[in-house]
């Protein structure tokens, strides 16, 4: 009940296309939902993260798309470029709980073609 | 300001050794997670400390261990190191956990040989 499942596992996408990643998770307790970027080498980077108070958030060309009554969300990269090619990781957590456990999905790694 | 910092960036060991990673949270980041990375594993929590109190805690054998210090510093310890081990273990820094934005530290690679 504690995990978070994540489709694809890798993406291709040529330049200029839509890049979409998908998340599902069981737990309902679960009301805060970060989504990460990793490059080689670096840390995990915060891209953008939502509440399930809100279907969708928009920042920039990323936009994440929430659907509680069926338990998934999705991440939307409009306009992809090669400097998107990284590793993207869903979470979520329980946020009310002040601890700051995140639980990842396993990962989808994206490259995008000029 | 500074981002989260780890040290040291790389670590080779063999099994059997014990070994301590430390990690530097943002100026004023109360709470600091541990999680470690393998290819299959993925991304997995270790612990939370928050105001130097252990808050939550993954499922890790008790060779994994933590501490924070009062400045929000923390160390992880693993002790009898084992093959399987090797990993990347990152630390992240918020400013009291739950919904808050979670700063990753580039991570320490860890090769258990």
């Known amino acids: 009940q504690q995990q978070v499942k994540q489709s694809p596992q890798s993406l291709i996408v040529q330049k200029g296309g839509i890049s979409i990643i998908n998340c599902a998770y069981e737990?309902?307790?679960?009301?805060?939902f970060p989504w990460y970027q990793q490059f080689p080498g670096k840390g995990p980077a915060l891209l953008i993260a939502?509440?399930?108070?809100?279907s969708e958030k928009k920042e920039g060309r990323f936009t994440i798309s929430f659907n509680k009554s069926a338990k998934q969300f999705s991440l939307h990269i409009m306009d992809s470029q090669p400097g998107d090619s990284a590793t993207y990781f869903c979470?979520?957590?329980?946020?009310?709980?002040?601890?700051?456990?995140?639980?990842f999905g396993q990962g989808t790694t994206l490259q995008v073609k000029p | 300001k500074a981002g989260v910092t780890q040290t040291p960036r790389y670590l080779i060991k063999t099994r059997g050794q014990q070994v301590t990673l430390s990690c530097s949270p943002i100026?004023?980041?109360?709470?600091v997670s541990w999680y470690q990375q393998t290819p299959g594993q993925g991304l997995q929590f270790l612990f939370e400390?928050?105001?130097?109190?252990?808050?939550n805690k993954g499922n890790f054998p008790g060779r994994f261990s933590g501490r924070q210090f009062s400045n929000s510093r923390s160390e992880m310890n693993v002790s009898t190191l084992e093959l399987g081990d090797s990993a990347l273990y990152l630390c992240?820094?918020?400013?009291?956990?739950?919904?808050?934005?979670?700063?990753f530290g580039p991570g320490t690679r860890l090769t258990v040989l």
């Open positions: 979470a979520a957590s329980i946020g009310s709980s002040n601890t700051g456990k995140l639980i």
């Open positions: 400390y928050f105001s130097e109190t252990q808050r």
């Open positions: 737990n309902t307790a679960f009301d805060y």
């Open positions: 939502i509440r399930p108070d809100v």
């Open positions: 100026s004023g980041h109360r709470s």
């Open positions: 992240a820094s918020s400013l009291h956990g739950g919904g808050d934005t979670q700063y």
